[in-house]
């Protein structure tokens, strides 16, 4: 039995490697990955596959950048190429990202079961592309794999039966898990002194407009004014940072560096003091490490993150950020991998073989 894992973006690399080894201990199985080369350069993509000890991509699809149509499609074109030539028994698709809804419109039309791993998360906000993806591959998908329990009520609500949904946990968790242990991490590290804020900022929404791109300059400055800022720029970011006044005002204040590689990235984390974010992935990693978190957004598609106490939604950028930074700090929280509210939800480092063994019995079926 062939399962294909289909990838393309930093995140699905996080998530597929605890999966990809839970499969390789199930006898019967072959499981391969299929990179869309939706992100190629090395920061994004290589570095993650040795950090993850993941073995390389076993096919490449290479297609690289592109507004959202052309990425889409030039995606759905190779990797229908791809499962025609070799069709897979089944395939897994991880999150939003456009190579998940492309090679799910995929798998829809060749006849070939689908499984989403991360499934069911709803933002509501029909202006993140993100949020088209999942709606698209939740309602395309065979078998649906929850991370938070919002994820079974959202499908519920939209008529999804409930025999394909099963709460599997998140696999992200296990590969953060997998990391602190490989780099004996085991409590937090923020500084005694000046504290350590680390940024990442990447949504469409933050930094394509030079108007918001300029406010949360100012607002990074300010918050350099007390802080040791630590701001890893996404290619996107740095692409519009660049073209506006915004990247040589942040340039004297904060220390802009290139992406981290995710070993790198969680050391950081593990570190600081406090994360200013909008990616949706580390709303949960600094969850589970017991990190203040302000996400830089009106919503939120991981409502977990929020109950777990560690997040909280700043959609203004205005002084009130900096009021909210200083108490987020001073708040305590459970040790990493403590939180209670979490663990109910099996962010338990255990999430990998849950999702292999309901692929399994799909496949075997
Ligand atoms: C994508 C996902 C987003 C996810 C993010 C994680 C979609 C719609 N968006 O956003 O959900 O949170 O990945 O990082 O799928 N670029 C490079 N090198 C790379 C990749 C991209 O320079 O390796 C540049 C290109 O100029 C590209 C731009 O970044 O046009 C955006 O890349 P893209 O993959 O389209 O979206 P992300 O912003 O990375």
Sequence with gaps: MHIQHVVGA????????PVHAALATLPGIRSTILHTGQHYDRLMSDVFFEDLRLPAPDVS?????????EQTGAIMVAFERQVAAEPPDLVVVY???NSTAAAALVCAKAGIPLAHVEAGLRSFDRTMPEEINRMVTDRLADLLLVTEPAGRKNLLAEGVVAGRIVDTGNVMIDSLAGLLEREGIRERRPPAGKPRVIVTLHRPSNVDEPGRLAQLADLLGSLAATAEVLFPVHPRTRARLAATPAGAQLAGTVTV???LRYRDFVRELAGASLIVTDSGGIQEESAYLGVPCLTLRANTERPITLEAGTNRLE????GDLLGAARDLMGRRFPPIGRNPVLLAAGWDG???PRVAAALAALVRR
Excluded: Q, Y
């Design 61 to 69: 699809l290479g297609v690289g950048s592109g507004t959202h149509a």
């Design 257 to 259: 560096v290139e992406p």
């Design 10 to 17: 930093r995140p699905n690399f996080v998530k597929v490697a």
């Design 315 to 318: 959609p203004e950028c205005d």
């Design 350 to 352: 255990h999430a990998g």
């Design 95 to 97: 999150g939003d990202v």
